[in-house]
């Protein structure tokens, strides 16, 4: 992210400084070859015949033409190379500089990821005792009961999303294996399917792909996309798998034109009336951004998830 900003910032400078050095040079050209044309020529005042002084005049015309021409041709080299060296110079304070502005930002951002990730590992704790309790007590047909342990089930959701976001974003090393991808997406939808009650889920898996990954996070991206699928979709879900290409598509309501480009953005929610804080979609970006794959969203017939890895 830092690095993206960084690279903003050096690419502003370095199109405004291009600006004003076209502008500048162009007007330096143009003047002193303007200059050059409009400047007679001095001949030589000698008492030469009429034949002579005429071929003597188109002899230094001609040689004044010549040097002109020189002169524009260096005027311009020299300019261009001169802009180069500006622009360089440009791009190396603008880096440095750009790394001073930022630092301050990302220094705090860190502490910020820090002590979410801290924070959300200590909430932990409390949550589980308070579920487990909860089961101990064993009481029935209380609503009161009922939604303490919605609620706490809702808590315990969005406390797992920030920490695995902190954690994403803490910049983990990735491991890869190669792992039999087919056979294990068709468990993960297993997973999911007390949970469709009269959608249907249409499975297009290629169960021999076999696919070098870090399954972990793959396996929670899957997650994160069946979950909203289900969430959003009126009664329909396909997964399909190919060719290193995961598609999860529902037949919910479309996706404007002018918010599926947010859909991926934290705390974006399309439909701000449905449960969650909008971090699932986010958090799939973020596993799928440091395993250098792609997801990308699209809302034509079908509302689309595709995860290219």
Request: charge should be neutral.
């Amino acid at each position: 992210m830092f690095k993206k900003l960084r690279n903003k910032l050096i690419l502003i400078n370095l199109g405004i400084t291009t600006l004003i050095i076209m502008i500048v040079f162009t007007m330096i050209y143009l003047i002193f070859t303007r200059s050059a044309e409009n400047r007679p020529p001095k001949m030589p005042q000698d008492n030469f015949n009429s034949e002579v002084d005429s071929e003597w005049e188109k002899i230094v015309q001609s040689s004044i033409r010549e040097e002109k021409e020189i002169a524009a041709r260096e005027l311009l080299i020299t300019l261009i190379v001169s802009g180069i060296a500006i622009e360089i110079v440009v791009v190396l304070i603008s880096y440095f500089m750009a790394e001073e502005a930022i630092k301050p930002v990302k220094e705090s951002y860190e502490a910020q990821k820090i002590f979410i990730a801290n924070a959300s590992h200590e909430i932990k704790t409390p949550l589980a005792a308070i579920s487990a309790n909860l089961e101990a007590a064993d009481i029935k047909n209380n609503k009161w009961i009922s939604n303490i342990e919605i609620e706490t089930d809702k808590l315990a959701r969005l406390n797992t999303e920030l920490l695995t976001l902190a954690r994403t974003d803490l910049n983990h090393k990735i491991t890869s294996s190669e792992v039999d991808l087919g056979k294990k997406i068709n468990k993960i939808l297993d997973s999911f399917e007390p949970r469709l009650k009269t959608k249907k889920l249409i499975r297009k898996i290629d169960s021999s792909l076999k696919a070098k990954v870090n399954l972990d996070d793959f396996e929670q991206i899957l997650s994160i996309l069946i979950d909203n699928a289900i969430k959003y979709s009126d009664s329909r879900i396909i997964v399909t798998l190919n060719d290193h290409r995961l598609k999860v598509e529902n037949d919910g309501e479309k996706i404007p034109s002018d918010k599926i480009k947010y859909i991926f953005d934290r705390f974006y929610q399309v439909d701000k009336s449905t449960d969650g804080v909008g971090l699932g979609l986010s958090i799939a970006k973020s596993l799928a951004d440091r395993n250098n794959y792609k997801i990308s969203a699209k809302s034509d017939n079908l509302v689309s998830f595709e995860l290219i890895f």
